[in-house]
């Protein structure tokens, strides 16, 4: 026997397999327990199949340690609904096999039979849990119990075909017909009245395409979603990644190129390489002091009520991508009430050991490209990462206390417009717009540096992080939870339905997490104010303002604030990215201060300055938003 991996779905394999009858299905009783065991090798690696002797019952394929008979492969080919099929050859010894796999997706889930197996299946005690190793175990079987019952309801679709206009059949069944008609006598009128039909046959299609366009334009409205269906195929153009370069070779294959991404974002998701010893030193003994009196287990958690799981359920997008464990949003959302009791447990549990669990925190990510980027360069991808949904529940119902803490406490600095109720982009940018307004109006020139935070998200200092939760007086359940939740996470990147190898994430706060967000604007939480100056923060968007009537001052006040900046960047790891922070001083007159520094670095001033998505000009006319590109 011989083998071979990488053919694609299709291919015409000559062997010597003997089979009674040609052009037959290669059809024998599932064994399932046998091919759910092969399925995934068979996925990847496409057998060619030679019999080396002539007792079928030698055949087999060799994987290794482990010999797959050719009855069996049969199996398993068939519990994959794929296809062996045999076709007839001169040599009577010989014949070509062709194997084609199925199409994933093509499937439609029974929702009433997907509830009756999941109410029969085994699930362990929820109360039996006395440990996180008990937790991993039991969402394991939890998880299990939900994908096998998504398997067994599953039932495959079968694709229809194309519908073809009743008087474009009726044409092209006479233009083939005067077509054979012309070639088997040879006589060329028949030849001009095909040629003429063909004609006809093109223009009747323009003519129903139109139609079925200017009908489907004319029916689509904005209310049931219809609109954004026919727009989004103009709006978005689906762009494959090209090959990307690598130091050595080049990533051509889906897989080489997922495994380039995860390289680059693994280098990524490290610590800048920036040092200040005396506050190393004070956020490693404060976190390991808490870490080593900190409970095993809380005793006071306030329980969670299924209703609140199952109202939260119902509000998610049913067309979200699932995460690495593959449950759907519409999964969750047809489970049966006693499994949202058993997950509102295994959050309870969550919150009572401080442990979050490795399958939870484990992310798909799909890279982005960025703007005006290289896209054969992996330096120029954004991380989106897919985190489980179960996942994000969790997160939810742990947010909503940490929330509850912040308000109370009034831990947030006012200057934070970002993830915060009742507040968006659009309100900072008015608070900053009746700065510089103001100024006008009593004759004051506004001086404004945009700051751009290098990798601010993906290069979260986490123990720092820890450290100022601890600081924050934050309920001692939720610091333990968090430093579970940010230590020994992993990602793989995805490409088309290819996957890279798992990579380790040593900073940062996941970008698509519930928690994300929220815990780097308490990162950042103290960065320093001054009086003469105005900050304004959106996440990781921050601006620095200052208005007086003599330009010389403005550049004074903002060089302090960003003197006082620079010690408190050095402090906590982050770094600035001196080439994309902008300065704009808003005048009437076209005088312009000296350049103000930062890390050394003179920042020029420009004549207009982008923030939160609005072009700011140094007169505030909002020209730039009418040119025309």
Same mark, same amino acid.
């Given at each position: 026997?011989?083998? =071979? ?5 299709? +291919? ?130 939890? =998880? ?61 299609? !323009? ?71 005396? !506050? ?108 489980? +949904? ?13 929330? =509850? ?20 982009? +659009? ?6 717009? =009746? ?185 505030? +006319? ?8």
């Amino acid at each position: 026997m011989h083998t =071979e991996s990488g053919l694609p779905s299709g +291919t015409d394999i000559p062997g010597r397999s003997k089979c009674d009858n040609c052009k037959r299905k290669w059809k024998t009783e599932v064994n399932y327990a046998f091919a759910v065991n092969e399925m995934q090798s068979l996925k990847t690696r496409i057998a060619i199949m030679q019999a080396s002797s002539e007792n079928p019952a030698e055949d087999y394929l060799d994987y290794g340690a482990h010999r797959l008979e050719i009855q069996n492969l049969a199996r398993t080919m068939e519990t994959m609904k794929g296809e062996l099929e045999s076709f007839p050859n001169c040599n009577e010894e010989s014949c070509v096999v062709r194997h084609s796999l199925a199409s994933e997706g093509s499937t439609k889930i029974n929702w009433n039979k997907f509830r009756n197996h999941l109410a029969n299946c085994n699930i362990p005690n929820p109360n039996e849990i006395k440990s996180p190793a008990d937790i991993d175990s039991f969402v394991e079987c939890y =998880e299990n119990a939900i994908i096998e019952a998504k398997i067994a309801a599953s039932n495959p679709i079968r694709s229809n075909q194309t519908y073809i206009d009743p008087r474009l059949r009726k044409l092209n069944n006479e233009r083939n017909f005067a077509r054979r008609m012309s070639q088997k006598y040879r006589i060329p009128a028949l030849k001009s009245i095909a040629n003429k039909l063909n004609k006809e046959i093109k223009k009747l299609n !323009t003519k129903i395409e139109n139609e079925n366009y200017i009908n489907k334009l004319i029916n689509v409205n904005t209310e049931d979603g219809t609109f954004w269906n026919f727009v989004r195929p103009f709006k978005k153009k689906f762009k494959s990644i090209p090959a990307l370069k690598r130091p050595a070779n080049i990533a051509q294959t889906d897989t080489e190129k997922a495994n380039c991404l995860a390289d680059s974002l693994e280098k990524q998701f490290q610590l800048n390489d920036v040092h200040h010893v005396e !506050t190393e030193h004070l956020v490693n003994s404060t976190v390991k002091e808490f870490l080593n009196n900190v409970p095993f287990n809380f005793n006071n958690i306030k329980p969670i009520d299924p209703t609140d799981i199952v109202n939260y359920t119902k509000k998610l997008n049913k067309k979200k991508a699932p995460g690495i464990d593959g449950i759907s949003n519409k999964n969750i959302q047809n489970l049966p009430m006693h499994y949202f009791s058993l997950l509102a447990k295994i959050i309870e549990s969550i919150m009572t050991f401080g442990y979050f669990l490795t399958r939870w925190k484990t992310a798909t990510v799909i890279p982005i490209l960025k703007p005006g980027k290289d896209p054969t360069v992996p330096d120029s991808y954004r991380p989106i990462s897919l985190l489980p +949904t179960f996942s994000k529940i969790a997160q939810h119902f742990i947010l909503i206390r940490l929330n =509850e803490h912040l308000e109370v406490n009034n831990v947030l600095i006012p200057e934070q417009f970002g993830f915060r109720k009742n507040l968006s982009t +659009t309100h900072q940018l008015l608070r900053v717009t =009746e700065y510089i307004a103001e100024g006008f109006s009593n004759k004051q020139k506004t001086g404004a540096v945009f700051l751009d935070i290098q990798k601010a998200f993906d290069r979260v200092w986490q123990d720092a992080l820890i450290y100022k939760l601890i600081n924050y007086n934050t309920p001692n359940y939720l610091i333990k939870i968090f430093t579970s939740y940010l230590h020994n996470r992993k990602f793989a990147v995805r490409v088309n339905k290819e996957l890279s190898n798992f990579k380790n994430i040593n900073a940062g706060v996941a970008q698509g997490s519930k928690c994300g967000p929220i815990l780097f604007a308490l990162f950042i939480n103290d960065i320093p104010k001054q009086f003469n100056t105005l900050l304004s923060i959106f996440a990781d968007d921050t601006a620095i303002l200052a208005r007086n009537k003599n330009h010389n001052y403005i550049r004074i006040a903002l060089n302090r604030h960003l003197k006082t900046l620079e010690e408190w960047f050095l402090k906590w790891k982050i770094q600035i990215n001196a080439s994309k922070t902008e300065a704009i001083l808003f005048a009437n007159s076209k005088v312009n201060p000296p350049p103000i520094l930062i890390n050394n670095v003179t920042i020029p001033w420009s004549q207009e300055c982008k923030y939160l998505g609005v072009y700011l000009d140094r007169r505030m +006319t909002w020209k730039p938003h009418f040119y025309l590109y």
